[in-house]
């Protein structure tokens, strides 16, 4: 098991950018898949992106697909979702999840996750 921590949410302009980060406080992302969700009031918790253990493979689904980008650095222990050119829309609590077997969009698969971290954009 790994324990998350997300940082890096705040309140941006439409068309600004944000770097959230996801760590963890005990054992090591290396060897865990990585999934960033988002939450909207009022809505389900859907899957932004995944990146696997190495780093090697990433996928997006539908709206961050071509303005979001995943990373990881195993060496510091830690994984990257660059967001730019924010939308309204993207407002949410993001939160980082671990999965071992694979990247997945569905939630039931991760096993581990953050407290999330509040992304707010502003018209």
């Known amino acids: 098991q790994v324990q998350l921590v997300e940082s890096g949410g705040g309140s941006v302009q439409s068309g600004g950018s944000l770097r959230l980060s996801c760590t963890t406080t005990?054992?090591?992302?290396?060897?865990?898949?990585i999934g960033w969700f988002r939450q909207a009031p009022g809505k389900e918790r859907e899957a932004v992106s995944c990146?696997?253990?190495?780093?090697?493979?990433?996928y997006y689904l539908t709206s961050g697909n071509g303005r979001f980008t995943i990373s990881r650095d195993n060496a510091r222990n830690t994984v990257y979702l660059q967001m730019n050119n924010l939308k309204v829309e993207d407002t949410a609590v993001y939160y980082c999840?671990?999965?071992?077997?694979?990247?997945?969009?569905?939630?039931?698969?991760?096993?581990?996750w953050g407290q999330g971290t509040q992304v707010t954009v502003a018209s």
């Open positions: 999840a671990a999965t071992y077997y694979r990247c997945s969009e569905y939630r039931y698969e991760y096993s581990d």
């Open positions: 005990k054992n090591t992302l290396s060897g865990w898949n």
């Open positions: 990146t696997s253990d190495t780093g090697s493979l990433t």
